[in-house]
Structure formats: C-alpha cells, structure tokens
C-alpha cells in the first residue's frame, strides 16, 4: 500500500493515535501523538482494523519528548514514553472522559504516581534459546534486556548481575519465564522460574550456588504447570510486606506470598488505598463485602471503621495473607472466603445476606453477568477499581439498571509511561 500523510485525530484506550485513511477508514497508530502530522509506512490489517507504522513525524506535538529508554521502539511493554509526564496524564484524562460520555459529565484528572520511573515491585521477562527480555510489540518476538526504566532500581542492580552469572543461565535452559520481586521490607530481591519441567536435585544445587554468590538475591523458587511453587529445601513460599503509613486509619502492615498479587506501584498504591477510604461511607453500623480481596489490600483499612467486613478472593495464597494481614492488624470484625465470585455471591444471596458497601477489584475481565447479584447484595454504595476501563464502562452500564446511579470517577495513574489506566468508580444506590 502506499504511504499516505495523515493528522492523528485523537489517542484511544490501548494508547493507539486514531488517524483516517484517504478512503475514511480508522487506523490506529502506535508512537503517535494527537494533532501530529504523520508519513505513514506499513499498514497491516488484522480482522476489521487497520494498523499503521509511523514511517515519519512531519509535525510533532508539543509534548513529545525523545524516549529515555533504549529499548523502547523495539520492546513491547511501554508505549508513552515519547510523552512527557503532564502530557500523559492529559492523554489519559481524554480518553477516560471519551470513554464516559454519556455515563458522566464530571471526569476527575489522574492521580499521579509518586514516581515516573523505577515504580514497579516486580518484572516478568520471557525466556527462549538463551534471550532474556520483553515480547516485541504484537509479536511472540524476545528483545533482549539488561535493565527496565520503570523497574525498581534493585530489581535493575541484581538483574545486571544474574545475566552475567552462568548458573542462572543454566537455569533459564529450562525456563519460560523468569520473575524478580522485590521486597520492601528488607529491600531484597526474590527470583520465581517458571520452570518447564519439576526441578531435579541438580537444579536446586544450582539455585543453591546463584543465591550464596548475589547479594541481595534472598529467595528463589520454582513454579510450573505439572508441579506448585517451591522452594531451596521445600520452602514454600517467602512472605514479602509492605508497611502502610496511617491516613485517616492506622498504620498497617499488607503481606503477601511470592508469586501472589500486589499492586505493582507500592508508593501509588498508598494513594489508592486513601482514595478509596474517603469516598466509603464508613459508620459504627456499616457491613462490606470486599470481592476480589486479594491480601485485603483495601479490607484492612476499611474493616477499621466497619461495622463487620466479608472478603472473598479465589486465590488460597491470598486468604491465607488476608487472614494473616487483618490478625496482624488486630481486627476482630473481618471474614475472608475462598472461592470463585460468582458462586460466593449466590451463596451470600441464598443466605440473605445484605452489605451497605461493595468493593470490587476485579481482573481485566471485569464483573460479566454479575450486575444483577451485585444490586441485590448492595443496599447503598459499590466501589469499583479497575485496570481496564473498557470492563468497566460495559460492567457500570449494566448495574445502572438496577438502580444505581454513578458518583464519581477518578483514574489513577498506577502505571507511567504506559497506556494503562486504574480508575476508581462510584456508584450509589437511588
């Protein structure tokens, strides 16, 4: 196809630039800026969308900025670097507010994170014939690396060191995946291998010799599809903490197990937690049913001013953490349910329970087919963070016909330099 000059009209969720062809048909760019004059080059169609390649831009946007990142036009993970910080917020403040039309008028700007760079608490580089790094953009691809920006500086300092020792290299033959997570408690690194096969006698011995010769590398485990997680002498997990400063609540304590779910941004998460503690409605008399609890990231803080708080998550190594967290934090008023969601909540519901105010945490998928469960068990308010906020658009539709209406909403910036958006959403009952 020919190369064709084209004006971005505007960003869309998945940080794509939407342009039009000569013929008007939409086609989404990446490294793209809104108002920018574009000389296009390649353009793919994949099923009913077309895909462009930035060949050149004719007319930059005041807010593009060279990407500090050397592997940033090659590596799939951050698409915004080519954006300054205020002009990234702005883009992501357009397209929620695109996103919300008609739903609401009244869109908050972003809640930006403490740190632009060097904010994530854990990596996960794929692994295959000896390349260690990120995917490429829409491609199965392996760009090699030696450092990621948006990574913690100890993550960075102790991924330096293990690509040039041999034996993670011996262990990474075996490897699909490699994980470090870092610890802030004690400001250590563990290393997770998603392993293709159960470790052998020789493999612990290697993992034996890497931990004794890195400083820093305090636990490695093995994890894959034919066996659970384990560790050097059959340890079976190591508990990572996060203390969390008081803020209208008392300071707190959230653990969590190796391999289990935390917020990646731990410093912007402190700001998610305060949000969601001012928007509840909190009373002596107050119940919550907490769905999606994970290690009671929110629960804690709330069941402080709560009457009774029911957690439920599907994940046994974050109820045993919820239950560990909420003990930790003296809390006598919390219960936490392993199970999947939608049958906790017909459960609940045969049950007759009723809960003042739900929080929601859900994965990208969302909360399909659960609207109607949701309004029955929720007698005033919903609370509902989300990572994908196209979920979220289609799950608040839903609930707004049983009898809500929406309040507020307030994207979170949990994740800099990429298109990715955390957005907290209000509902009330009428």
Known sequence: MNHNTIIVEKMVNGGY????????????????????????????????????????????????IDPPCPYYHRCGGCDLQHCSYEGQLDIKTQIIKEMFQGLSSSVSPPLPSPLQFGYRQRIRLQVDKGKIGFFKFR??????????LIAHPAINRILEILLERKEFQTLCRNSCQVELHFNPADETISLL???????????????????ARVDGLEGLFFKGDSFALVGLENDKGRILSQRIPANGYAAFTLSWEIGGFCQVNLLQNCNLIDYVQRVFLSSESHTVLD????????SIPLAQSAQSLVGV??????????????????????????GAIHDVCRRLLKEGRKFETTIVDPPRQGLPHLATDLASL????????????ATLVRDIKDLLKHNFHLVSVQPVDMFPQTHHIETIAVLEKN
Do not use: W
Request: glycine share 8%.
């Open 139 to 148: 491609s199965s691809e392996i760009i090699p690396i030696k450092a990621c």
């Open 291 to 298: 769905l999606f609890c994970g290690m009671g990231n929110f």
């Open 378 to 389: 929720s007698t005033r308010s919903i609370i509902y963070i989300s990572c994908d906020p």
């Open 313 to 338: 998550e599907g994940q046994g190594s974050s109820i045993r953490c919820a239950e560990s967290n909420s003990k930790a934090a003296g809390l006598t008023n919390t219960c936490f349910i392993k």
């Open 193 to 211: 291998l998603y392993y293709q096969r159960k470790p052998r006698p020789n493999d612990f011995a290697t993992a034996r010799e890497l931990t």
């Open 17 to 64: 630039g939407l342009a039009r062809l000569t013929k008007g048909s939409i086609i989404l760019l990446q490294n793209s800026l809104p108002g920018e004059k574009i000389y296009l080059g390649t353009i793919e169609k994949r099923k009913n969308t077309h895909f462009g390649e930035v060949e050149k831009i004719l007319s930059p946007h005041p807010q593009r």
